[in-house]
């Protein structure tokens, strides 16, 4: 176990530092570090980096990817370090680096899913080894399905990766990554412009999804609309563009014009529906509920009373709706 002392620190020129060799790397190159550079700036650097000299005058960061940054952002032009034999175990630093991550600030889940692939791919670690030792001090459920799935996060494409969770949710991007680049762009700059939370992204892609699948099986490939186009085709894009409702509004509307267009009988079935419905007069305390997408052939009533008399004349009234055509009517939409 290393155990660092003042007199060993050494004053290296931040150009003698490889920040592009990210053998040890925890944290993510994009990461946000104007708060670090700002105590950098009032503070100085307290904890000095770990490096590993791996050729002449050379060296590579074992520990403080982000304060080295920090540094050369300030004009800092020599860095107190702490330089680390060459022959030490690399898995031992690289766990070591981890723990000193974990001690100082909450990983990103991009940060786990690329420590996870580390220890895979570059420490040939097994994935008994990872789920027993490794995912629980990430705070990751310990079993395949939750390790394969930060194994897929960590081998997205880098645009992807950059947007995850601000405002891509990781099961989204996932989907997403079978999309072209542009694809994914145009998605990203929905999610963004819509503000669009974990639920209302699943539904956006799932309708897309289906949209552009069905367009390019209708067309076989050949002049198929792209995102784009659809959008514009349901007029999506000019709900998008009216100003007078909110943005949430909007966002409501254009996604039922992509329903509109994705099922058109089942646009037509609901319209009816709402007709027959309101026909039979159904008093406001009691819920009548068709199966979901007309699918099936059970309907849900529920409703609430406070006396045996309310009951009753709920009872009379209920009687009454299945004497009606409309009701017929409505069981033939299913």
Known sequence: MFEPSADAVKMISV????????????SLPWSPIEQLNRSVGRTGLLAPLHIQKTAESQFRIVMGFRRFFSCRNLGIQN??????????????????????????????????????????????LTEKALMEDFMPPLEIRADRFHLDQYLDLAQLPRALQR???????????????KWKDDEQDFFLELTTRFQLGKNKQKQLFTILDELRALQKQEKSGVGAWDLPMIWQECEAADIERNENLSVAERFGRAFEALRRLRFPHLTRHEMRYKALKAALKIPPRIHFEAPPYFEGDRFKINFSFGDPDELSKIA??????????ELKEIFKLV
Do not use: G, M
């Open 15 to 26: 150009e003698q530092i490889n920040p592009e060799d990210r053998f040890f790397a925890i």
């Open 79 to 124: 860095i107190p370090c702490w330089v680390r034999v060459l022959d030490e175990d690399p898995l031992a630093l690289f766990i070591e680096a981890l723990e000193d991550n974990l001690a100082t600030r909450e990983l990103h889940i991009l940060e786990k899913a690329h420590v996870l692939l580390k220890l895979r791919r570059q420490f040939s």
């Open 316 to 325: 009379t009234k209920l009687d009454v709706v299945a004497r009606t055509d």
């Open 163 to 177: 947007n995850l969770l601000n405002p891509l949710e990781p099961d989204t991007a996932l989907k997403l990554a």
